[in-house]
């Protein structure tokens, strides 16, 4: 079983190496290669034109270009591949966010604007075809929260929770010095959603405001699920297997569809307490899991890029109208302007910039 799951993830991240290279064809890589192989000038030149027309042929493609502003797009990595510093500096500016004020003027921190915003205006989007679109601009926001008002100089990051499906409780994002604090403390005050107070790591007795939508002042609250008999069945929606499976769906709306009734519910509830709810960006977690799920998405239009990054109408969408999908905006309240659909579909073009 285990020699099993080993060798599936193997396949997982050896398909996700052909999808960088897929990526990279259009990447300013193509015009080094062209000069590198060049032996004479004229050679070089007319190589040169050609690669002209391939670039511009997929910035045509691509609705116009947008691409070209963003040459070197950064790398997200998994929390364990940051140093023990990346990760200190990623904690240090999560926490600062509970210093600054609020930017969509209520009276409590920027923090909150988070669970606030995703309990008031992106629960629309869950169950529906906006949910990976609507979640990666929300992370995308909130790493530009970090750097712009927390001195934060990284970048997003995200949890591989696959590489701990065996048992999700070991798993070291958990740590209390270079991870998000563990369970809730049995010993400590109950909280919400069968958890109680997380009384380890840098959130601590954070104090949390809102709760399923509604104001209840509550500590941060988790409440694992931890017999690995009882837990089989969610653990199995997270294996590389189920990960696999996922990824071999043929069109968005089977993706978008199995990875948010797969993935996405297995973690809240096996985590439970804040994560269960539709404050849970609350547990600070919650932006790890959704930049795992916003890689598997990536990963999945890498594998075909033509007939994945900007087709989103699948089979329910046979009468639907491709290009009203593509213009129409996502709403994210005062926490940032609305943003269209087609600007974020493809993650290495101007507003994105990144590659996992
Ligand atoms: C803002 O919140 C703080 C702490 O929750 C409270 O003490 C204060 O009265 C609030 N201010 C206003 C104007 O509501
Ligand atoms: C989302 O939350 C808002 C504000 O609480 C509510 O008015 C709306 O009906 C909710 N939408 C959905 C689809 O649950
Ligand atoms: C759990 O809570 C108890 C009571 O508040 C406290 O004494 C203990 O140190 C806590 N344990 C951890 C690991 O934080
Ligand atoms: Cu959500």
Redesign the pocket.
Known sequence: MEQTSTTRYTLITSSEGDSRSDLDTFATRRKTQVYQRASTVLFALVLLCLTGVVSWRYAASQGGGTSSACATPVTRREWRALTETEQLHYLDAVQCLRTQPSVIGMNHSLYDDFPYIHSKIGNYSHGTMDFLLWHRHFLHIYEIMLKEKCMYTGHATYWDWALDWEDLTQAPIWDSTHGFGGNG?T??AKSVAYGHCV??GPFAHLSALYYAGAAQKHCLSRGFLTDLEETRPIRNLISPQAVQQVLDEADFEGFYTRLEFKGHNAIPALVRGDFFEVTAPYDPVFFLHHGQLDRLWWMWQAADPDNRVRKLLGRKGAGGREDEELSRVLDFGDLAPGIAVEQILNTEAEVLCYVY
Request: charged letters at 0%.
């Open positions: 403390n010993s400590a009384t380890s």
